[in-house]
């Protein structure tokens, strides 16, 4: 069976998305990069205000979860055999593979496969 392996990050809406960033970057330390943050002692997991009309997920809902996962497909597989509702749609990037799904109460999750590690010989 297919399991996340941790939280890939922790998305919600915010009136001003880059004031915020700065304001927990000044008042807690929090690691801000280009406008999100990626925690070093954990490479993979985000936390990110987005834009209070974002459609990355249902406006009725104020944030999403992204899960990290080992084998997206086999995740999404086995998330569709059980009859969960998922998006047909997946994605690649520089840093992983990307699919969604709904919770049985609306609640849009994201799946990622983070690529591996490259070592430093390679």
Known sequence: M???????????RSRDPAGLVAWYA??????????Y???PESRNTVWSPFSEDTEYW????????????RDLDAMLAQL???GV?????VEDHQYGRFGWGLDPEGNRFE????????SPSA
Request: hydrophobic letters at 40%; charged letters at 25%; aromatic letters at 10%.
């Open 58 to 69: 249902p406006s009725a809902k104020q944030g999403m979860v992204n899960f990290t996962v």
């Open 26 to 35: 000044e008042h807690l330390g929090v690691p801000v990069t280009d406008g």
């Open 2 to 12: 297919e399991r996340v392996t941790g939280i890939g990050g922790v998305f919600f």
């Open 80 to 82: 569709r055999a059980a």
């Open 111 to 118: 799946l990622w496969e983070p690529l591996p590690e490259t």
């Open 37 to 39: 943050v990626i925690f």
């Open 85 to 89: 509702e998922v998006d047909d749609r």
